[in-house]
């Protein structure tokens, strides 16, 4: 089985500001690794995935994330954000074979400032 | 289609009542997911349909609940005698085989049960 933990509810920035959302996972088997970005009353859109081969993903608008196996981490990054990127920002593991299902952590809202 | 649909939007059920949400996946993807995001929290795994077989349906919190895809396209989750803790939003992910090839989401159906 496996488990996600977004270790910050809510991470408040001002814009043009570096940000970072972290994840920590747990598995007994290989996994591949997802950021999903939700907007309010919207579905959930893929920021970017790690599947295999280079451990620095990037992904659209500009986000980016590191995989780290011997910290079982996948922290997002963005160097600098603007006010469009307030959303919620879910961290997702699926385990490599079986039904691959995603397991979500609980989320991170950031909220950019002017 | 160009996207997963889900239908209807909102539903207002009181209790007690029976509800059907429906899912239109993408064209051509095998692979179709079910999920329930209460109110603050990730979303929770709940069954998953490979064409039209069920492979997994360990998520499916009580026998209320079921689902089915029985030409491997649409898929209707059912939910029979709602109670208030079934309020969520139900989110639809369909992906062309596997994990790796990406799940995209539906806009979600909002229930509400009063």
């Known amino acids: ?114 | 289609g160009a996207g997963v649909s889900q239908s209807p939007r909102y539903k207002v059920a009181k209790r007690g009542q029976d509800v059907a949400l429906r899912c239109d996946p993408i064209s051509g993807h095998v692979s179709l997911f079910w999920y329930q995001q209460a109110l603050g929290q990730g979303p929770e795994f709940l069954t998953y349909f490979q064409n039209e077989a069920q492979l997994d349906k360990s998520g499916l919190p009580s026998d209320r609940f079921f689902a089915e895809r029985p030409e491997g396209s649409v898929s209707t989750l059912k939910i029979q005698r709602t109670q208030q803790e079934d309020s969520a939003v139900y989110l639809c992910a369909s992906s062309l085989y596997r994990a790796n090839y990406g799940y995209t989401f539906g806009s979600g159906t909002r229930l509400t049960v009063v």
């Open chain 1, 1 to 114: 089985a496996q488990s996600v933990t977004q270790l910050d509810s809510q991470v408040p920035v001002f814009e043009e500001a570096p940000v970072e959302l972290r994840c920590n996972y747990s598995s007994s088997v290989s996994v591949y690794l997802f950021w999903y970005v939700q907007y309010p009353n919207q579905g959930l859109q893929l920021l970017l995935k790690y599947l295999s081969g280079s451990t620095l993903v990037k992904g659209i608008n500009g986000f980016e994330a590191e995989f780290n196996k011997s910290q079982t981490s996948f922290h997002l990054r963005k160097p600098s954000v603007h006010i469009s990127d307030t959303a919620e920002y879910f961290c997702a593991v699926s385990g490599q074979g079986g039904s691959e299902k995603l397991v979500f952590g609980k989320g991170t809202k950031l909220t950019v400032n002017p």
